[in-house]
């Protein structure tokens, strides 16, 4: 059978984060993901490595620990952040008293909160409505959720932590009061099988709730659902925050070529629920032109949702809940070796880790330190190794692939491009993705659908959505032998499938035209679903 | 003002169609075109129903348009409209040299990138399957080309045909790290590359192989699938393909020859930005050229401007689609605009105008709008075209009966 002294359930930021430091500890650790890693919220966010001048007046114990993995996250993060710095501006609609509580707020948690005059302020972001009458400059940052945890999945691997996607947990077993294993189901072939373990760590985010319930413990969580639009330009420079009590709408992110506008909160029943609608649309778009006078001109390439996983505490529910996070421990409750983690923000998943996973050393006699805050993720892909490889990649491809690699890949994918300019052929065109490091990704054990590739190399989250690269990836990663030609047009759907719905809420505009065109090709010349000749 | 007995505004597959058949017709015709139309992404068959609504494939396309709802431009068109227009397809084409085969009134099928089988009716003979029984199919891939993977192909086409489907990977040019597209290599092929293309497959080549192409035999004409057909014993057959499509391409360059020998007078990069209305009669409409405005009067306007992707709808936001050249209503469900099924039938694909039974644009109530202009192609509304497989079947027919006198 298989064995593991700690199991950990759900492949999120928080998940892998205690996987990693459990790994880094020398505890034999192994994480299970129903779907593909952060399939759940540390996905379906905005991407802001917040500065804590979110929570400055309302939760300053959540603002200090913001402002302080922030200074951590940059540094072991370093491919995964872009540190682009943020702003907070006050609009002459929002209530002045919130400036001076804010801005002490800010001293007292300690982040620096940097005064700006309006004309440093349009400098910096010109597109800015003229009604903001007050400005300051905080360290937030952009964050890249998947490479992220990604990189804690890489980082734990070599200390020898595993990692199986597509498991889910089907039942858990215990005797006299002790965890003793697990069921799981791998969920693309249907296959169950047991786990001994003897501590299991419920970090399953939204789905906590239904964890718990496999071991007959209740952990109320209130899934809260919050929509996000994802522009197709980049309309600021810096993270834009609005200088009010925390509302919808109010946090604008940019990243890359696009930027990020939200969210919504909204209490939902089931965490799986990521549906949108065009009026969130709507009511995002009308806020966020508050800010930005010109939003609606610009071409919203998506709109997703992610849930929450607030920790329901009785009578606080949406803005209201607490941002903060939770450790049980069930021996409390009669079934020692089972604890949960639930709630907190992407922002502070290492230190969330790093607290939960002091108390299951103790449990088991282990005195080895937190390194996580020290030691970086993944090491930089080296200048020299970039020099070496200008030559063969795409224009702008050579800093995103080496990024998106990390060094050991990205040297064997130089290898391949070097060796045969046939590989240097682009898969995607919007993400520079070159046929060589398609094939190197795809090839991973953790990939098993083309979506797997997607979130791992960002392949069809660009400009075009899928439509020109959808039919190159099946091509492709059915060339790699993983793909039977029997499921190549199933997956070939189910990614453009997944690509519409973004696109079905905010179906206007220019994404009218491109979907127009998207159907006539697949379903029309290509006809899709075309059976067999008789 | 430049007067006109007849002005097509939109330069794509339908306006083309109208414009040479009111010019056929005698009528002093002007073309105004912006663009390209839908031409890089038409594949070049004609279409008149593949599929019901039930997806099933139709058995006999014309006999099945009985059966399609009541608002389907099929209806407003009528099935004489229907069979003359694609004999008179067929005939042009043949005419032209870059002849088509089939009938509305059964299917053929041609081979797709992806390798499965679509229903077409008016078939052009380089994409036409002879009979597949005894035959050994080879898809044959070019190293380097973007778009098209021939074992992928070949591998789903075995699953749709009692056979076993095999690829072969041929190299025409040095790869040398760029992206071989599917013109690219089409234009290499015309001039001279097909020669390599025989050489390569000779060790191949017997009298009963199919060789599957993708789309690269050329962008004019049909020369290269005839040379090819010559030096090799088997049968030359091409895919569809990813856009730009190369059997677009060439529609267009023998439909622009046959508008311009039938004396049609074509007008490059005229972007129509307005019509002058009286009453229920459009007197001109506006046309920007350069920098210019220039006016087109005509006894007789035809918009064949397309739908969301050609530009002749635009939906500003969720409220209310727009036609932009006459601003005429447009016929639209808001509470259907989408499925949340991709492949589902869509309520955008369905919106467009609304017409009478000589395709004049009426109102929600039925009532002509506009007597002088006839509406074709993609911008007629009660069809999504994608699911059902008729896009190029109504814009022939409904170009036909709008240039009928």
């Keep these: 059978m298989e064995k593991a002294t700690v199991v950990v359930v759900g492949g999120g930021a928080t998940g892998v984060g205690i996987l990693r430091d459990l790994a880094m500890r020398g505890a034999d650790v192994l994480l299970i993901e129903k779907g593909d890693l952060v399939n759940g919220a540390s996905s379906r966010y905005h991407g802001l490595l917040h500065s804590g001048g979110r929570y400055a007046v309302k939760d300053q114990e959540a603002a200090k620990e913001c402002i302080e993995e922030n200074t951590i996250l940059r540094k072991i993060g370093h491919s995964c952040v872009e540190p682009i710095g943020g702003m907070f501006v006050r609009l002459k609609s929002d209530p002045e008293a919130y400036e001076a509580d804010w801005v002490e707020g800010c001293r007292t948690s300690g982040i620096e909160a940097t005064p700006l005059t309006l004309e440093e302020a349009f400098r910096m972001e010109p597109r800015l409505s003229k009604n903001v009458v007050s400005a300051y400059a905080v360290p937030d940052a952009a964050i890249d959720g998947f490479r992220m945890s990604c990189q804690n999945v890489l980082s734990a691997a070599k ?18 009061g002790e965890v003793t294993g697990i069921r799981v189901r791998n969920t693309l072939t249907g296959e169950e099988y047991d786990i001994e373990c003897s501590i299991l760590v419920n970090a399953a985010g939204g789905w906590c709730e239904k964890v718990a319930q496999l071991a007959g413990l209740n952990v109320p969580v209130q899934p809260d659902k919050g929509t996000l639009i994802a522009f197709n330009q980049r309309l600021a420079n810096h993270v834009v925050n609005r200088l ?32 949108t609608h065009p009026d969130e649309v709507e009511k995002l778009l009308s806020i966020g032109a508050e800010t930005f006078e010109d939003l609606r001109s610009y071409r919203i390439l998506r709109v997703f949702a992610g849930s929450r996983p607030l920790y329901k505490q009785p009578g606080a529910e949406g803005r209201g809940a607490s941002r903060g996070f939770v450790i049980l421990d069930h021996a409390e409750e009669g079934l020692a070796g089972m604890m949960t983690i639930v709630g907190g923000k992407f922002t ?12 299951i050393c103790e449990k088991l006699s282990i005195h080895e330190k937190c390194r996580t805050a020290e030691e970086p993720l993944v090491e930089e892909v080296s200048t020299e190794a970039k020099a070496r490889a200008k030559k063969y990649f795409p224009s702008f491809g050579l800093e995103l692939a080496a990024t998106r690699l990390g060094p050991e890949a990205f040297d064997r994918v130089t290898k391949v491009l070097a060796e045969n300019p046939e590989k240097r052929e682009l898969i995607c065109e919007c993400e520079n993705i070159t046929r060589a490091e398609f094939e190197e990704v795809a090839g991973r054990e953790e990939c098993h659908i083309i979506n797997d590739i997607r979130r791992r190399t960002r392949l069809g989250m660009g400009t075009c959505q899928g439509n020109f690269c959808a039919i190159r990836a099946a091509g492709a990663f059915y060339e790699t032998g993983k793909l039977e030609a029997k499921d190549s047009l199933a997956q070939l759907k189910g990614f453009l499938q997944g690509r519409w719905k973004g696109i079905e809420p905010i179906l206007m505009g220019r994404n009218v035209r491109e979907t127009e065109m998207t159907r006539a090709l697949y379903e029309l010349s290509f006809n899709i679903d075309g059976g067999k000749l008789e | ?24 017709a005698g009528k002093r015709t002007a073309l105004l075109q912006y663009g390209s139309g839908a031409f890089p992404l038409n594949s070049g068959l004609i279409d008149i129903l593949g599929y019901d609504r039930e997806k099933n494939e139709v058995k006999n396309p014309l006999e099945a348009i009985k059966n399609l709802p009541k608002k389907h431009p099929y209806h407003r068109i009528g099935e004489a409209a229907v069979r003359s227009s694609a004999d008179f397809f067929l005939k042009l084409m043949e005419e032209q040299g870059f002849p088509y085969e089939g009938s509305v009134t059964a299917h053929r099928h041609v081979a797709t990138a992806i390798g499965t089988w679509k229903p077409s009716s008016l078939v052009p003979a380089s994409m036409d399957l002879p009979d597949l029984k005894g035959k050994r199919i080879i898809v044959v891939d070019v190293k380097g080309l973007k778009d098209f993977d021939g074992k992928m192909a070949a591998a789903n086409l075995t699953e749709r045909v009692d056979s076993v489907v095999e690829s072969t990977r041929i190299e025409l040019e040095p790869v040398e790290g760029r992206d071989i597209t599917l013109l690219s290599c089409a234009r290499f092929m015309e001039n001279g590359g097909w020669q390599k293309a025989v050489e390569a497959l000779r060790p191949l080549d017997a009298e009963d192989v199919i060789f599957l192409f993708p789309q690269v035999l050329g962008i004019q004409g049909n020369n290269v699938y005839r040379a090819l057909s010559k030096a090799l014993k088997g049968s030359v057959v091409e895919t569809t393909g990813m856009p730009p499509s190369a059997n677009g391409m060439r529609l267009r360059d023998v439909l622009l020859r046959a508008a311009w020998s039938a004396g049609v007078e074509i007008v490059e990069n005229a972007h129509v930005i307005g019509a002058e209305t009286e009453g229920k009669t459009c007197k001109y409409i506006r046309v920007q050229a350069g920098v210019h405005e220039q006016h087109y009067s005509a006894e007789r306007f035809i918009l064949a401007t397309g739908g969301f992707y050609s530009g002749g709808l635009y939906m500003e936001d969720l409220q209310k689609p727009r036609e932009v050249v006459f601003d005429l209503p447009v016929s639209f469900d808001k509470s259907h605009w989408t499925d949340k099924d991709f492949f589902a039938e869509q309520g955008f694909m369905l919106t467009g105008i609304a017409t009478d039974e000589s395709l ?3 109102d929600a109530m039925g009532t002509v709008v506009l007597d002088n202009v006839r509406i074709v192609g993609r911008n007629l509304d009660g069809y999504d075209f994608c699911r059902e497989h008729s896009g190029n079947g109504v814009a022939l027919s409904s170009a036909y009966k709008a240039a009928t006198f």
């Design chain 1, 159 to 176: 200390y020898g932590g595993r990692t199986k996607t597509y498991t889910e947990l089907v039942k858990i077993y215990q005797k006299n």
């Design chain 1, 244 to 275: 009010h009590k925390s509302s919808d709408g109010d946090i604008f992110v940019p990243h890359g070529s696009i930027t990020i506008l939200g969210t919504t909160s909204m209490s939902i029943d089931d965490p799986e629920d990521t549906s």
């Design chain 1, 348 to 359: 502070t998943y290492r230190l969330m880790a790093e607290r939960i996973t002091d108390m």
């Design chain 2, 1 to 24: 003002m430049k007067e006109r007995e007849v002005v097509v505004i939109g330069g794509g597959f339908s306006g083309l169609m109208a414009a040479i058949r009111s010019a056929r």
């Design chain 2, 360 to 362: 004049r644009p009426v």
